[in-house]
C-alpha cells in the first residue's frame, strides 16, 4: 500500500500551481486587461479601451507563482490528508472545503496584486500611495467571489474527470484533465460574473472611498440601478473566454507538471507502509 508524501505533496503543488499559474496570468493578461476596463465604473474607452493591453502585468509576473501555489498547496495537502479517512461518497466536501481554504490563503497575495494591476490596467494615477488598507482593499469581496467560483469549479473539474475515467478505464491525460478544467472554469465564470464585477469597482473606487461605500451587497445594488441586469454582467465574454482557455492551459500544465515531478519524487516512503500495513494487522486482529 502506498500514501502520499506530505512533502511530496507540497512540493509537488508548488511547483505545478507556480508554473501553470504564471503561464496563464501572461499569456492571457490582454483579455483580463479588457474585462478590467468594461467593468470600471470609468468606462472602457476612459478606462484605456484597447490601448495599452499589456499594462499593469509587473504585479502578475510577480504574484501568480507564490499566489497559485499557495493554492494548490492547501488544497492538494488537505486532499492529501482526508481522502484516506473519509469515504468516497463525501470527497465531494473535501473538494470545496478544500478549495474555500484554499482561496483565503490564496488571497493573503492575490489582492494586493490585483489591487495594484487593475488600478494600472484602467490607467488610474500612478502617484497614488498604497498603504496596506489601500492594498487589502476589497479582501473580502475577492473572497467572496472566489469561494463560489472554487465551491463550483473544483468539485465539477474532480466530477468531470471521475466520470471520464471511468468511461475509458485508465488515468486520464493531461490533456484531458484540461478540457475538464476548462468547461468547469467556464460554468464557474459565469455564474460569478456580477461577484467579480463588484470586485473590480471596488478595487478601482477612489483611494478616500468609505467603508460604506465599498461593501459587496451595496456595490451590487448600486450596479444594478446604473445599469441594470447588463452592468451586472460587464465584461462576461472576455471573462469567460479568459478562463475557460486559462482553465485548459492551467490545467493541462498543472497535471503534466505533476507527472514530470512525481518521477522524481516518490509517492510513499518505506517507513510510512511499513507503518500503515502494521496498522492494518492489528486492526484485523482485533476484528479476528
Avoid at 468547461?183 to 456580477?194: D, K, L
Wanted: with cysteine; hydrophobic share 45%.
Amino acid at each position: 500500500m502506498t500514501v502520499s508524501n506530505p512533502k511530496n505533496v507540497f512540493l509537488t503543488s508548488l511547483i505545478s500551481g507556480g508554473t501553470a499559474g504564471t503561464l496563464v496570468d501572461v499569456a492571457l493578461f490582454p483579455l483580463d486587461t479588457l474585462k478590467t476596463r468594461l467593468q470600471s465604473q470609468n468606462g472602457f474607452l476612459r478606462s484605456g479601451g484597447f490601448n495599452g493591453l499589456y499594462r499593469g502585468i509587473t504585479p502578475v509576473i510577480v504574484g501568480s507563482a507564490p499566489t497559485a501555489a499557495l493554492f494548490f498547496v492547501t488544497y492538494d495537502s488537505i486532499k492529501a490528508l482526508l481522502k484516506p479517512r473519509v469515504d468516497e461518497k463525501h470527497h465531494v466536501a473535501i473538494y470545496m472545503g478544500g478549495a474555500a481554504f484554499g482561496e483565503m490563503v490564496a488571497c493573503l497575495i492575490r489582492v494586493p496584486v490585483e489591487v495594484v494591476k487593475q488600478r494600472r490596467q484602467a490607467f488610474l494615477p500612478k502617484k497614488e500611495r498604497f498603504g496596506i488598507r489601500i492594498l487589502y482593499r476589497g479582501y473580502w469581496s475577492t473572497v467572496l467571489r472566489d469561494l463560489p467560483f472554487s465551491l463550483l469549479q473544483f468539485p465539477l473539474w474532480e466530477y468531470l474527470k471521475q466520470i471520464w475515467k471511468r468511461k475509458c478505464g485508465r488515468e486520464l491525460e493531461p490533456w484531458e484533465g484540461a478540457v475538464c478544467g476548462a468547461i468547469s472554469g467556464g460554468v464557474a465564470a459565469a455564474a460569478t460574473t456580477p461577484l467579480d464585477v463588484a470586485k473590480t469597482r471596488i478595487m478601482l473606487s477612489r483611494v478616500e472611498a468609505g467603508r460604506s461605500d465599498l461593501k459587496i451587497s451595496r456595490m451590487l445594488v448600486s450596479i444594478y440601478r446604473e445599469s441594470g441586469v447588463q452592468g451586472l454582467f460587464a465584461g462576461f465574454v472576455p471573462r469567460v473566454l479568459w478562463i475557460t482557455l486559462g482553465g485548459f492551459i492551467f490545467f493541462g500544465i498543472y497535471e503534466k507538471t505533476k507527472v514530470i515531478t512525481d518521477k522524481f519524487l516518490p509517492t510513499s516512503t518505506e517507513s510510512e507502509s511499513t507503518m500503515l500495513m502494521t496498522q492494518s494487522f492489528q486492526n484485523n486482529s482485533i476484528l479476528e
